[in-house]
């Protein structure tokens, strides 16, 4: 499947960042990145493992605090708000763990009710069944509607946690890791699924990803996490023409090992 | 701003006594900020009601099993220990008012504290613990749930409810396993035994069990709670954080217990 060339408005950034730094212990994860994310693209972020790629959509969703600088979301910063603002606006992020992260004491349909229950009270059972089974479709798996977490595989465990985060109909999507851990055809499936979701939902997306292969499929735009800055940006094409060793060494690492 | 400077927001890594003394004090500081978050939480609708009663059935209905026979064999066990010296002074007739007494202001909320201590305690930090670890909790956040609501406030509702239940429970059958054991032996009808062991009760003794058994109730789901909640580095941190649950709950019960046996008996 090749991935079409979409037109992004970029005077339209959904999510901005300025100056973005983060450390745990004397460990500094991110040094100063800045990053601009257009409605209805998707962004892919590059790096190594331990970059701080992971950190940065968790700051982006709020589960982590900036140390310093701005992230802004929908035109809120993050760091501001207050508990009920940043539960709201998570209703318009939705974040897709690299681990699925399933409920193991519920089944899929469970799983999929969870966040639909809490946050749309007053939704009659036929409306949560008709949105829980409408998702479920759109990923495919409809047929595991009554299975436990333990019953799937990998590749099915990320397509329904795919559909969790979906069903809130979100603007933005964060995904960690999407292919992480999952055979090369798995791979593929949920590369064509990231790019499904985009074009059904209209969603926004940032990818977290090392894999070139997810990046080249699913990426509008890759950006290049290195010592806790972004290095480059750019088209896939783009950034792998530059001349940094770093960048360059990345790309064969992946597709000469 | 140089981004490779130093991190101001990271304080250096100075100590006021030592690591493990100012550990120890931190720990403390956070159970206490734990333990005051529950309550603000627990008075800020949403009310988490379906969750509440489905904790406390697990607290409550699944403990039956181990607490009946544990309760049973314990009222067994202690009349039967308790006769040859009450048979040296020809006291055995004064069997049930020991039993009762013994059973109820002691032995009833100890014994279910510590064995909901392993069984629920346990089950709460590994689990808590697990789904820390699997960014379960992490999963829950961001889908706009509060998860301490959802996970924390509806276990430690459910074991400050159902331990004290438990514990009448445990009263009223380690009491019938003392009763078959002085009717086999003494001939003692069901009637003569009871009245004898409500007699000797007070409403002080019934009101200290009942309070201690809340206090212990409470202190299990908190500190199962707070284990799981703050659990790190991965499957070995839910090992720990299970294995603390129980060590320190059973730890804070038998102090628990010093405290309130010496505030009841300053107003016997």
């Not at chain 2, 379960?136 to 509702?157: C, G, H, Y």
């Not at chain 2, 009491?175 to 009245?195: P, R």
Request: aromatic share 10%; glycine share 6%.
């Amino acid at each position: 499947m090749v991935k079409e060339q979409k037109a992004i408005d970029k005077n339209n950034a959904v999510i901005s960042i300025r100056g973005l730094q983060k450390a745990f212990g004397n460990l500094h994860v991110l040094r100063g990145v800045d990053l601009d994310v257009y409605q209805g693209e998707n962004l892919v972020v590059l790096g190594r493992s331990g970059t701080g790629k992971s950190v940065l959509i968790k700051i982006i969703s709020g589960l982590l605090l900036p140390d310093e600088g701005e992230v802004n979301v929908l035109g809120q910063e993050i760091a501001e708000l207050k508990n009920r603002e940043l539960m709201e606006l998570r209703l318009k992020v939705g974040f897709s763990f690299q681990n699925s992260a399933l409920y193991d004491s519920m089944t899929v349909r469970q799983n999929l009710e969870f966040p639909l229950v809490r946050n749309s009270r007053g939704l009659r059972r036929s409306q949560i069944n008709n949105e829980v089974e409408s998702v479920l479709d759109a990923v495919g798996l409809l047929q595991t509607i009554e299975q436990m977490p333990s019953e799937l595989s990998g590749g099915q465990r990320k397509r329904i946690g795919i559909a969790r985060t979906l069903i809130l109909r979100p603007e933005i999507m964060l995904y960690d890791e999407p292919t992480a851990g999952l055979d090369p055809i798995t791979c593929i499936e949920i590369n064509h699924l990231i790019n499904e979701v985009q074009q059904k939902y209209k969603t926004t997306s940032i990818i977290i990803t090392h894999d070139l292969t997810c990046a080249k499929e699913t990426g509008d735009r890759i950006a290049m996490l290195l010592d806790g800055q972004f290095a480059i940006q750019g088209t896939f094409d783009e950034v792998f023409a530059s001349d940094d060793l770093r960048v360059q060494s990345f790309y064969n690492y992946n597709f000469t090992q | 701003m140089d981004p490779n400077a130093e991190n101001p927001n990271i304080p250096p890594q100075k100590y006021f006594i030592s690591k493990k003394v100012d550990d120890f004090f931190f720990t403390i500081y956070t159970i206490y900020q734990f333990i005051l978050r529950f309550f603000r939480e627990l008075f800020i609708p949403p009310y988490e009601f379906k969750e509440i009663i489905r904790q406390c059935y697990e607290v409550g209905v699944n403990s039956l099993p181990l607490i009946s026979l544990t309760g049973f064999i314990t009222g067994i066990v202690f009349t039967s220990q308790s006769r040859p010296s009450l048979a040296n002074f020809g006291a055995t007739s004064w069997i049930p008012s020991l039993v009762s007494i013994a059973i109820v202001r002691a032995l009833a909320p100890l014994v279910t504290a510590l064995i909901a201590a392993g069984k629920v305690g346990s089950n709460m930090g590994a689990e808590l613990g697990s789904m820390k670890v699997t960014e379960q909790i992490d999963a829950m956040e961001v889908s706009a749930t509060n998860p301490f609501k959802f996970l924390v406030v509806s276990r430690i509702i459910a074991t400050t409810c159902m331990i004290p239940i438990l514990v009448m429970y445990t009263a009223f059958v380690a009491l019938l396993g003392s009763f078959l054991n002085v009717h086999s032996n003494e001939q003692t009808s069901f009637v003569m035994f009871f009245s004898q062991v409500f007699d000797s009760l007070s409403f002080l003794d019934l009101f200290s069990s009942s309070f201690k058994s809340t206090v212990f109730g409470f202190t299990i789901g908190v500190v199962g709670c707070y284990c799981g909640y703050n659990s790190t580095k991965g499957t070995e941190g839910v090992g720990k954080a299970a294995n603390s649950a129980v060590v320190a709950a059973m730890f804070l019960i038998f102090v628990e217990e010093i405290v309130i046996v010496s505030i009841v008996n300053a107003f016997r």
